[in-house]
Each structure stands twice: as structure tokens, then as C-alpha cells.
């Protein structure tokens, strides 16, 4: 029987480096410049859907920041990137739709990283993961 996570180790470091970058790449150019400077970000952020600022720049906040964080870790990682992707989708769709493909690059980068990771999962370099604990399909 092979065991869920019988990948190669490469895979694993693999997972694990698109998670540190696109997790530090979020953070640094888009999540912590919304905290440190919140006031100021509260008269810039767009608000695609007229819910206000407070409401457009939180969910970013959790999106850019918190999420991220979670995903660094390896714990809930798909459910982390939710967010992030709907952030990024709304940015790309609704708030620069004009953006030829050269200008919103980093934004698609961003998409096509925590797409990724949501369709894999962690890997099995995370929080949590055990070498000995083997999950068995079939019985037995």
C-alpha cells in the first residue's frame, strides 16, 4: 500500500520553497505595509463593491497577513489559501481590470503560486508532521 505522503523528498522541499516565498513575497510587498501604515491605507485601498474601507482593507489584511502565516506552518494550508486567492482574484478582476498581463505579472505570480498550494497541500515539511505516522488507504 503507499502511503499519503510517499513523495520524493524534492517534492517536499519543493512545496515547502513556494510556500516560504510566495508566503514572504505576500507579506512583505502587499500584507505589512497595510498594517504599519493602516490609516494611511484606509484613504488608498480600493473598494471594488462600495462596502467602505474598513471592509475592503480587513478581509486584505487576513488575506495578506494572517493567512500567509498559517501556510508558512503547513497548518491548514489549502483552507489558508482561500483567501488569498479570492483577494487576489477580486484585484486582478474587479480593481485593475485594465492591467495588461506585463503590469498585474506579480498579481497572476501570486495567483499561480497559492493556486498551486491549494490544489497540493503542504507537503510534508510542515507543523505537525510526523515521519513515523503513516495514513493507509484501503483497510488493513
Known amino acids: 500500500m503507499k502511503s ?3 513523495q520524493p523528498p524534492r517534492i517536499n522541499a519543493g512545496l515547502f520553497f513556494l510556500r516560504l516565498t510566495g508566503c ?3 507579506l512583505y510587498v502587499h500584507g505589512l505595509p497595510k498594517v504599519f501604515h493602516f490609516s494611511e491605507e484606509l484613504t488608498r485601498i480600493e473598494d471594488p463593491f462600495g462596502l467602505g474601507p474598513y471592509m475592503s482593507l480587513l478581509p486584505a489584511i487576513f488575506a495578506e ?3 500567509p502565516v498559517f501556510i508558512l506552518l503547513g497548518v491548514f494550508t489549502r483552507l489558508a489559501c482561500l483567501p488569498i486567492i479570492g483577494v487576489l482574484l477580486v484585484a486582478m478582476l474587479f480593481v485593475h481590470p485594465g ?3 506585463a503590469e498585474g505579472q506579480f498579481g497572476w505570480l501570486l495567483l ?5 498550494l ?3 497541500g503542504p507537503g510534508r515539511w510542515r507543523i505537525g508532521s510526523s515521519r513515523h505516522k503513516e495514513v493507509r488507504y484501503g483497510a488493513g
Open 4 to 6: 499519503l505522503h510517499s
Open 24 to 26: 514572504l513575497l505576500l
Open 65 to 67: 497577513v494572517i493567512c
Open 99 to 101: 492591467w495588461s498581463i
Open 112 to 116: 499561480i503560486i497559492f493556486t498551486t
Open 118 to 120: 491549494a490544489i497540493t
